[in-house]
């Protein structure tokens, strides 16, 4: 069986809600540049008008902006929002004043609650693992059947450790360029303005050639630092896919469709689920639900169980 | 913790270790936007590209190099100077540009971005093939950072009085090229 032979017949509601908010951040991903780059070509008509090149901004028309950024960083009507990745990077490289979490909380909240749900509903790489995905299935459909490599799951936090500490001993922030959120954000803008890619457009390609011709989502799965410190810190999600088990069939569908290795066929699902929900629209008996879990009670046994 | 993790957990300190402190000993030769310093600077830009989204000349870039200093936003003063809108500043959300107010004296005051570099023997002016004075036009502090003097009305700068903003650099004609911007960082250190 093959993930494209399955067909979402439960749970449609659910997916349509998915699609639609992970359509509307990849659209903001895309018109905001757009907008923008309107922005400041207009600024430099209005500087040009004024008959002269050289202007400190006293004299610069200032164009009202709701929105400044991408989703990696993004301020809203004077908002700051942040990517926990990168806040946390901030941190420990010291001095990101208390007044920044603010804009923290809300990813936060969210994380805590839904766990790692960032990685199926918003994350802008999401189109490209399901290009990816299709081109292994068309492979395996020619006979070419590509490997799908198991890293250990220690792989992620090892990178998001190698990550936290370059930046804690005062060198780089270097999740902006293994986080592909950020890259693919940064990318798209420099492509508008200035209709190049960059280094960061390779660096993708990398992630897209290793999801395809090694492991399936094995970037998303065991590599990316942000999916590893969603992890953490959504380890005490009480929420998770549970299974009937009276009108399960053992057809193996669940297992098939998920990208993250998650195996609700069996119940074993653990903080790398991304509460896409796929498992619970291509059961056929519809034996899978969302239901609430209760066993973690203390936070440490929630960082255990989000690291395991 | 097994040993397989703490080996893991060793490793991946290593690595973090090896690469900060790598990066922290490169030293730059771009020219950064208004008000980054230096190793602090490096140390907490997270390549969110709002600085260049609000740039109205466009003069800030993104460094293409295959190393850790990738995506880290410069300005390539030859093709476009900035012109000290101070905006850059204000849209930094992590506090690797300091918010300055686009006043022209507390620009003056704060902002050290490079240092100008003349090449006499290219000076159109200095080599005494006719009267240029672009540079002096462009400057957003004429007489201060940059005076005229002699016959030909040849550029002198001042090193200290002067900003960085390679506005001289943009404007100094092709045929010249004799103007360069150096980071301050790599020429006093």
């Known amino acids: ?308 | 913790m097994n040993r397989r993790g703490l080996l893991s957990a060793a490793l991946a300190a290593i690595a973090g270790v090896a690469i900060g402190l790598r990066a922290r000993k490169r030293r730059t030769h771009f020219l950064r936007p208004p008000t980054a310093d230096g190793a602090a600077f490096e140390a907490r830009c997270i390549r969110c590209f709002r600085c260049a989204e609000v740039c109205p000349p466009k003069a800030i870039r993104l460094d293409g190099s295959l190393a850790l200093t990738i995506d880290l936003p410069y300005i390539e003063a030859a093709e476009r100077g900035c012109t000290l809108c101070m905006k850059c500043t204000e849209a930094c959300p992590t506090g690797a540009l300091t918010p300055t107010a686009p006043d022209s004296r507390i620009v003056h005051q704060s902002i050290k971005m490079g240092v100008p570099i003349l090449a006499r023997d290219r000076c159109i002016s200095w080599r005494g093939a006719g009267v240029c004075r672009l540079c002096y036009y462009v400057c957003p502090y004429p007489d201060t950072a940059v005076a005229l003097v002699g016959p030909q009305q040849a550029p002198l700068f001042d090193p200290a009085q002067c900003v960085g903003c390679g506005l001289c650099e943009e404007a100094c004609p092709s045929i010249a090229r004799a103007i360069r911007i150096l980071p301050r960082r790599a020429v006093v250190g």
């Open chain 1, 1 to 308: 069986m093959q993930p494209a032979d399955l067909k979402f017949s439960k749970a449609r509601a659910y997916q349509l809600a998915r699609r639609a908010v992970l359509f509307s951040s990849l659209s903001l991903a895309v018109l905001t540049p757009l907008w923008r780059l309107g922005n400041i070509e207009r600024e430099s008509a209005g500087v040009a008008a004024q008959g002269t090149r050289v202007v400190i901004a006293d004299r610069l028309p200032d164009v009202a902006s709701p929105m400044l950024g991408a989703p990696w960083t993004v301020r809203v009507f004077g908002i700051e929002f942040m990517d926990p990745l990168a806040a946390i990077g901030l941190a420990v490289a010291g001095g990101f004043p208390l007044g920044a979490w603010l804009g923290v909380l809300l990813p936060l909240v969210l994380v805590a609650a839904l766990g790692r749900f960032f990685c199926g509903w918003l994350c802008p790489y999401l189109p490209l693992l399901a290009l990816s995905n299709s081109v292994r299935a068309l492979l395996a459909r020619l006979g070419l059947a590509l490997p799908d490599v198991r890293l250990p799951k220690r792989a992620g936090f090892m990178l998001l450790a190698v990550v936290l500490i370059s930046a804690a001993v005062g060198g780089t922030q270097l999740g902006a360029l293994l986080y592909p959120p950020s890259l693919l954000g940064r990318e798209l803008f420099r492509y508008i303005f200035y209709g190049t890619c960059g280094t960061g457009a390779l660096l993708i390609l990398a992630v897209f050639l290793f999801d395809t011709f090694v492991a399936r989502a094995g970037f998303c799965r065991s590599l990316c630092p942000g999916g590893a410190l969603f992890r953490i810190l959504g380890g005490a999600s009480p929420i998770t896919v549970k299974r009937v088990a009276p009108d399960c069939t053992a057809c193996t569908a669940c297992d098939v469709v998920c990208n993250l290795g998650q195996k609700p066929m069996t119940d074993q699902i653990d903080s790398g689920c991304d509460r896409c929900g796929k498992c619970i629209s291509v059961c056929p008996t519809g034996a899978l639900h969302f239901g609430i879990e209760t066993t973690a009670k203390s936070t440490s046994f929630a960082l255990r169980k989000g690291m395991r």
